[in-house]
Nanobody
């Protein structure tokens, strides 16, 4: 059973960088052909796919977020991370990490609330 767990600060100041880590257990992030994604849901809005890092280390980003988003990984720890720079209050959301093996995620983390506020 694959499990994902997000970790990181719950409060970030405007203009700073939001950093989150997803720790995977019960599976390896290098297993073909899975894509490890970050997805967020702002209050009162739908889910937004932010980007992903593939089993081979390739990265993919939402065009609307690409300029200030970076996803990396630590294969020795089966972790992948999100960095979102120059955040604004509009980046307040519940952030999820998820595994995608087809068109849709099959495993999700529980989500972590991140609030951008001074």
């Amino acid at each position: 059973q694959v499990q994902l767990q997000e970790s990181g600060p719950g409060l970030v100041k405007p203009s700073q960088t939001l950093s989150l880590t997803c720790t995977v257990s019960g599976g390896s992030i290098t297993t073909s052909h899975y894509y490890w994604s970050w997805i967020r849901q702002p209050p009162g809005k739908g889910l937004e796919w932010m980007g992903a890092i593939a089993y081979d280390g390739s990265t993919y980003y939402s065009p609307s977020l690409k300029s200030h988003t970076s996803i990396s990984r630590d294969t020795s720890k089966d972790q992948f991370s999100l960095q979102l720079s120059s955040v604004t209050p509009e980046d307040t959301a519940v952030y999820y990490c998820a595994r995608v093996g087809g068109w849709y995620p099959d495993y999700w983390g529980q989500g972590t609330q991140v609030t951008v506020s001074s």
